[in-house]
């Protein structure tokens, strides 16, 4: 049973402080596909994703929203800034391409599926592959009943020994694909030539390989190396390749999430050159097709992308999402704003999501066997001065606190193989390295 609104919302608030309203946009929008999948075949196809559009500043959580949703789906899920597509004839991207893009995404992921059911099997026959190959029978062993039986015998041990571990360190020689390419063949193309070449180069390099056969070269490594590279060789032997594509093309459509950043570059204003407002617009027309519903031709098949969700952000500080074209902004009913971060919120990303900065400082410098103890009047001088640069400068969000924990535990992460196995970090080690940095504006905008 899929999860419900209130329990993707409290899987989000493990990662993500505050921003309340857009976990629950996205939380609706998550069940709304369940929903869908259980209404009778006829409506089914009739009813469409609430696309949303994020409006708030950068660092607040809009990117971490949407890719811990799709990981809560296990959907396949891309983020594209939309300031990388142009309309045919301006240097950029197509837009199909994040649909391609997508596509190869939930292909990868589908086949790593499929063999992690089958791996089991394929660890079976790699042990027989690497058996022969450290200890090669002789057809004329096996036509004796004697000696066939003493051979099974034999062959019984050595897989003991094998499973053991007790040939990990010998060396064999084993078959490789060949990375170099297909033929030597390659495609190239002018930069920004809009991703048509790329899937062209894909399409016939598989074309020659399926054709000859891929090229493989012989290796020589250790049989512990082995192991791993003849099982997934088999594994991927033993996966119906027809059948993941077929169901990564289904995932696509009816689970994949675009994240299409930056949407509030790509608005156009009274502000902005007559030429800039064209190339704009024609970015904005581009994608209209690809969110309101249209079909891409990728290298695994034919998409529809009426039933994607795409979820757009933009900080919207110049501009607003009524200055985007009409029918664009047709398909985007959902707007919600996000909360800029306060010092209390800073405090709470600090120590409290799974992955909190300070967890993750404190699990590096484990690493080097050092226990890192930040103390709470530590942490929050630390929020307190993110809060205070932010407003100096360019307000970045929770990404500031990155740049002042990396530069107070500077020295402690440089210096930490050779240091004592404790560090304890305090508000009089915070303002020993931030006090004269965050005074001095000029000089806060290059470190912090």
Same mark, same amino acid.
């Not at 402080?17 to 309203?21: A, F, R, S, Y």
């Not at 096996?142 to 020994?161: G, Q, W």
């Given at each position: 049973?899929?999860?419900?609104?209130?329990?993707?919302?409290?899987?989000?608030?493990?990662?993500i402080?505050?921003?309340?309203?857009a976990?629950?946009?996205v939380?609706?929008?998550l069940?709304?596909?369940?929903?869908? *999948?259980?209404?009778?075949?006829?409506?089914r196809?009739e009813?469409?994703?609430?696309?949303?559009?994020? /409006?708030g500043?950068t660092?607040?959580?809009?990117?971490?929203?949407?890719?811990?949703l799709? +990981?809560?789906?296990?959907?396949?899920?891309?983020?594209?800034?939309?300031?990388?597509?142009t309309?045919?004839?301006?240097?950029?991207?197509? &837009? =199909?391409?994040?649909?391609?893009?997508?596509?190869?995404?939930?292909?990868?992921?589908?086949?790593?599926?499929? =063999?992690?059911?089958?791996?089991?099997?394929?660890?079976? /026959?790699? =042990?027989?592959?690497?058996?022969?190959i450290?200890?090669?029978?002789?057809?004329?062993d096996?036509?004796?009943?004697?000696?066939?039986?003493?051979?099974?015998?034999?062959?019984?041990?050595?897989?003991?020994?094998y499973?053991?571990?007790?040939?990990? @360190?010998?060396y064999i020689?084993?078959?490789?694909?060949d990375?170099?390419?297909?033929?030597?063949?390659?495609?190239?193309? #002018?930069?920004?030539?809009?991703?048509?070449? @790329?899937?062209?180069?894909?399409?016939l390099n598989? !074309?020659m390989?399926?054709?000859f056969?891929k090229?493989?070269?012989?290796?020589?490594v250790?049989?512990? =190396? !082995?192991?791993?590279?003849?099982?997934a *060789?088999?594994?991927?032997?033993?996966?119906?390749?027809? %059948?993941?594509?077929?169901?990564?093309?289904?995932?696509?459509?009816?689970?994949? /999430?675009?994240?299409?950043?930056?949407?509030?570059?790509?608005?156009t204003s009274?502000?902005?050159? +007559?030429s800039?407002?064209?190339?704009r617009?024609?970015?904005?027309?581009?994608?209209?097709?690809?969110?309101?519903?249209?079909?891409?031709?990728?290298?695994?098949?034919?998409?529809?992308?009426?039933?994607?969700?795409?979820?757009?952000?933009?900080?919207f500080?110049t501009?607003?999402?009524?200055? $985007?074209i009409?029918?664009?902004?047709?398909?985007?009913?959902?707007?919600?704003?996000l909360?800029? $971060?306060?010092?209390?919120?800073?405090? %709470?990303?600090?120590?409290? #999501?799974?992955?909190?900065?300070i967890? *993750?400082? *404190?699990?590096l410098?484990?690493a080097?066997?050092i226990? $890192?103890?930040?103390?709470?009047?530590?942490?929050?001088v630390?929020?307190?001065?993110?809060?205070?640069?932010?407003?100096?400068?360019e307000?970045?969000?929770a990404?500031?606190?990155h740049?002042? $924990?990396?530069?107070?535990?500077?020295?402690?992460?440089?210096?930490?193989?050779?240091?004592?196995?404790k560090?304890?970090?305090?508000?009089?080690m915070? +303002?020993?390295?931030?006090? @004269?940095i &965050?005074?001095d504006?000029?000089?806060?905008?290059? /470190?912090?």
């Open positions: 049973m899929p999860l419900k609104p209130k329990e993707i919302v409290e899987a989000l608030d493990l990662f402080v505050g921003q309340e309203k976990k629950r946009a939380a609706i929008a069940r709304n596909r369940w929903r869908r *999948q259980q209404v009778p075949e006829s409506l196809e009813i469409f994703p609430n696309n949303i559009i994020m /409006i500043p660092g607040v959580g809009k990117t971490e929203i949407a890719r811990r799709a +990981h809560l789906a296990n959907a396949p899920f891309l983020k594209v800034e939309a300031t990388k597509f309309e045919i004839g301006y240097v950029g991207r197509d &837009v =199909e391409s994040m649909i391609r893009d997508l596509v190869a995404i939930a292909y990868h992921m589908v086949e790593e599926e499929h =063999e992690y059911l089958v791996w089991e099997m394929a660890e079976k /026959i790699a =042990e027989e592959r690497v058996l022969d450290l200890f090669p029978v002789k057809e004329k096996t036509n004796d009943d004697i000696e066939r039986d003493r051979m099974n015998k034999t062959r019984e041990k050595l897989k003991e020994m499973k053991n571990g007790q040939f990990d @360190d010998r020689e084993i078959d490789v694909p990375m170099s390419g297909v033929g030597g063949i390659s495609i190239m193309g #002018p930069m920004g030539d809009g991703g048509g070449l @790329d899937e062209a180069s894909d399409f598989n !074309a390989s399926n054709l056969g090229k493989r070269k012989k290796k020589k250790k049989v512990i =190396e !082995a192991k791993e590279i003849i099982t *060789q088999e594994a991927e032997k033993l996966v119906d390749k027809s %059948k993941v594509q077929q169901e990564a093309l289904s995932r696509v459509e009816n689970d994949g /999430i675009i994240f299409l950043d930056e949407i509030d570059k790509i608005t009274s502000n902005s050159s +007559h800039v407002d064209v190339s617009q024609g970015v904005q027309r581009d994608l209209l097709p690809i969110v309101e519903g249209s079909t891409v031709n990728t290298r695994y098949g034919v998409v529809k992308t009426d039933h994607i969700l795409f979820i757009a952000a933009g900080s500080h501009s607003k999402p009524s200055d $985007l009409p029918e664009l902004q047709g398909r985007f009913p959902i707007r919600v704003e909360d800029s $971060l306060t010092t209390e919120d800073f405090v %709470k990303i600090l120590i409290h #999501p799974q992955n909190a900065l967890k *993750q400082y *404190q699990a410098l484990q080097e066997g226990e $890192l103890i930040v103390k709470e009047d530590a942490i929050r630390i929020a307190e001065k993110a809060t205070e640069v932010n407003e100096k400068t307000n970045i969000g990404r500031r606190l740049t002042i $924990l990396t530069h107070i535990l500077d020295d402690v992460m440089f210096n930490a193989p050779d240091t004592s196995k560090v304890v970090l305090d508000a009089k915070v +303002h020993d390295n931030l006090d @004269d &965050v005074t504006v000029d000089m806060s905008r290059y /470190i912090l």
